[in-house]
């Protein structure tokens, strides 16, 4: 008996907190798309494991509760396919496209939901729409596998390298545990989830306990020579790595990953910089931007701002007036002419 306890209880644990952590992650995303795709896809994971936990203890619960499972599940492999998808930059000239595709998926769930209720159709989904479901689950993965190894390049350069990586290996445990349900137990699927939580949750900490410490802010001016030599390795870091072309590069991270107190950085670039950090990625942005515009065949602006890494098309017109005089549309066409 003790041991059903402990079963139920860890089983449940990454149910129950990966819900929690859901929630948190959308409502901190701000909009951030990236973030947002990966709050949902921990939902519906946290939903699909908390509908298995239920069954396996408790056979005989409402269909209704197996009806939002199953349709959590479907839901995964799209919101994984979306995380990676608006990780990747090059992929906005594909947004009405990814729009129909969430459109015709949602469409589909609802439909299915609505018109062939698990109640009334017991069979059709024990024997049709849940191994379709779990077929459609790997169909994403190996989609989404494929659309990592297209972009690697870009990835092994991108902040979120660790992230995009972390989430696919693990969807990929929790979908092999689940297929192989049938030579072990129902229920390791749901213990996955709680591992693969977990073993996320330690790496995150561990990447965090990296951050150099914060230190009070200096009074005197960091030594010229010593500015320099940062500045430098600032330069040679931001060239190396793009990291401006992140539209949700901080302060804190950048610093992390020069291996600088974040207020060392923040006096670096303002005292020895004369720039802020928020002007320094504006520069780097609209340096970026330019050469973009000049390329051929010429893109829509809007790509043109995300590439760059502007978070929308009103901040990348008001820098890019800013900095060079003339707005994009404007210098691109000077650029063509001369």
Known sequence: MLSQHFLFFFAMLGAFNGIVAASVLWWRAKGEPTQRWLSLLILMVGVRT???????????????????????CFLIGPCLYFLVRSSQRDAAGTDRAGGWHLAVLLVLAVAVNVLLPYTRNIELW?????????????????????????????????PSATLLLGALGGIWIIWIAYYT???????VGALSFTFVLAVSVLV?????????TIEPYQDRRIPASDAAVQLQALAELMARERLHLDPALTLPRLARRLGMPQTRLSQLLNDNNQTSFKQY???????????????QPPKPLDIVAQEAGFQSMSTFYSAFKKCEGVTPAAYRTAATHS
């Open 204 to 212: 995150g900490l561990r990447l965090r306990s990296g951050r150099a």
């Open 50 to 72: 908390g509908k298995s936990v239920a069954f396996h203890f408790w056979p005989d619960i409402p269909l209704v509760v197996l009806q939002l499972g199953l349709t959590a």
């Open 126 to 158: 024990r024997h049709v729409i849940t191994p379709g479901i779990n077929y459609a689950w790997l169909g994403y993965l190996l989609l989404t596998t494929v659309q990592v190894y297209r972009h690697r390049a870009r990835l092994r350069s991108s």
């Open 181 to 187: 349900a049938g030579y072990t137990s129902y229920i």
């Open 281 to 295: 990625l504006t520069q780097l942005r609209v340096v970026e931007a330019k050469a973009i515009l000049q390329q």
